[in-house]
């Protein structure tokens, strides 16, 4: 069903965005409605089914809209649910009732109802809007960007916005057949700028096999960093030209684009990690949630795995050493080797109450490709029926109840996902996501066991270091914080290769 969509997204942006190109590294500023209805329909594209998802997970009640209005929205949409179990429609076909009149009657209340939240202001229309998992367009994109929860952090004065805070820069991909096309939106931007980049989709999915197959022992003899440059250094152009050192750059992949580190591209003659602090999200539709669910505070409490496998192929030399660390950050034990079970997980959460503000996984991760909702984490057998299936895999997680505002994966591919026609991809970042993460750190290969070691340690001593502003105390965000990490394991000189800092990539909000 998503394949032909797909194809028709694709007739529609290019359609729209090829008469307004100027070319190859040249921006539009021509025809703005066009290049804004062109955005419309790239954002609709990506992560459809992921935005919809998140839209019937529980969301906060808006302020300003009356509790009873919110309670008969609930409850309506609750027997919407109900009448659309497939228990139901199994009576239905046994001719216990009509079920599609009722279905009709339930979709029409639940409707007025939501016309009503809408018509209480801006919050309700919001509400709403996520409710339905209604895609973004550049306008509500914009109330993003001009947002000044964007990003609290006072930033370098080139890259300050009004008000102090650090301006955010988004740079949204769409992939065609022999083209990428570019949007870069900016609160000041009134429309999305439109780049066009001659590089094709079968060079993005050449260098995104390359990527595949990294390890830590052929790196060197598969990472052309000087071909790397060239092929896909004209991607991040538009970067250099539309932020200043210290933006925090916000990028959307699309297609194959997901499965490269774009931050390990040079602008101007400067990796744009080290340039500037980098996130990525699925779409900026699915940013929103990740937004709702983050409190914005310094992490206090992690439940830490490490090392969980024995047997002689699998050790991680230097797993159990950065489990313990990072535990020792937040003032806990690692749970290591036999103790790192799903089990555990599941218990340690419960206890809780989901109310855990990091868990970090130091284990060995697996991409299934071929079955991605089998992708997982794998664990130590922990009993019971969990030895059946001892790792934690994309279906575990999606049962999961999460208010982590961080989920670390450092993991082999732990990153990596399917990419389905219409841009639904499957793995765990997706679950994780889902199960209510704001934030994740994942991995897009196999890494190095002892430089994510110290990229790790790194990252949570700047994120949990907390910084003067005023008369109160900020903290760095996770985005500033993989940014330091990064350069310091660059700085080392065993490590400058970007296949040791380069793989982890934030997801979600940076915030």
């Known amino acids: 069903m998503l394949g032909p969509k797909d194809r028709a997204y694709e007739e529609l942006v290019v359609d729209l965005c090829g008469p307004r190109s100027k070319g190859a590294g040249a921006a539009s500023f021509a025809e703005a409605p066009g290049i804004t209805e062109a955005f419309g329909y790239v954002e609709r594209s990506q992560s459809r089914v992921l935005a919809e998802r998140l839209a019937t997970r529980n969301l906060p009640d808006p302020s300003s809209v009356p509790a009873e209005l919110m309670e008969q929205e609930r409850d309506l949409a609750g027997g919407l649910m109900a009448l659309q179990d497939p228990g139901s429609r199994r009576s239905a076909a046994a001719g ?5 009149a009722k279905i009709e009657e339930a979709e029409r209340q639940l409707r007025e109802a939501r016309d009503r939240i809408q018509a209480s202001g801006a919050t309700g229309e919001e509400y709403v809007a996520m409710r339905e998992g209604a895609p973004l367009d550049y306008a509500g994109v914009r109330s993003i960007l001009r947002s000044p929860e964007a990003v609290s952090r006072p930033g370098p004065r080139s890259g300050e916005a009004s008000g102090g805070t650090t301006r955010v820069v988004l740079v949204e991909y769409f992939v065609a057949k022999e083209k990428v096309f570019v949007f870069v939106g900016r609160a000041d931007f009134d429309a999305p700028r439109l780049y066009e980049v001659g590089v094709s989709r079968d060079a993005l999915r050449d260098w995104a096999e ?3 197959g990294l390890k ?12 790397w440059q060239q092929d896909m250094g004209p991607l991040v152009e538009p970067v250099e030209e539309c932020s200043e050192e210290g933006d925090m750059v916000w990028i959307v992949p699309h297609r194959e684009l997901h499965r490269l580190p774009l931050h390990a591209l040079e602008v101007g003659g400067r990796y744009l990690a080290d340039r500037n602090p980098v996130s990525f999200t699925p779409s900026a539709s699915v940013f929103r949630y990740s937004r709702m669910k983050n409190p914005g505070r310094v992490p206090e409490t992690a439940l830490v795995l490490g090392d969980s496998l024995t047997g002689p192929d699998d050790d991680l030399p230097s797993a159990a050493e950065e489990a313990g660390v990072v535990a020792a950050l937040f003032g806990t034990e690692a749970h290591l080797q036999n103790q790192a079970t799903k089990r555990l997980v599941r218990e340690e959460l419960w206890q809780a109450g989901g109310e855990i503000d990091v868990l970090h996984f130091a284990c060995h991760g697996r991409f299934e490709a071929d079955t991605p909702l089998q992708s997982r984490i794998e664990l130590a057998p922990g009993g019971g029926e969990d030895d059946e299936q001892p ?7 999606l ?3 999460l208010k982590a505002t961080l ?4 993991a082999c591919e732990s990153g990596l996902s399917k990419i389905h026609p219409g841009e639904e991809l499957v793995g765990l970042t997706r679950s994780f ?24 340690k790194r990252f949570y001593e700047a994120l949990l270091d907390p910084l003067p502003r005023g008369d109160t105390e900020a903290r760095t965000s996770k985005a500033r914080a993989l940014q330091v990490a990064q350069r310091s394991v660059r700085n080392d000189g065993r490590f400058d290769h970007p296949f040791h800092w380069a793989s ?8």
Request: proline share 3%.
């Open 216 to 227: 830590p022992g052929n790196y060197l003899d598969l990472w052309d960093l000087e071909a």
């Open 391 to 397: 790792d934690l895999t994309v279906e575990d997680v």
């Open 210 to 212: 390359v990527f595949a």
């Open 504 to 511: 982890f990539v934030l997801l979600g909000d940076w915030e």
């Open 433 to 456: 996501l889902y199960a209510g993460t704001p934030t994740l750190l994942v991995s897009l290969w196999s890494v190095h066991d002892e430089s994510t070691g110290v990229l790790m």
């Open 96 to 100: 216990a009732y009509d079920l599609g």
């Open 399 to 401: 049962g999961l109840d």
């Open 407 to 410: 989920v670390t994966l450092s």
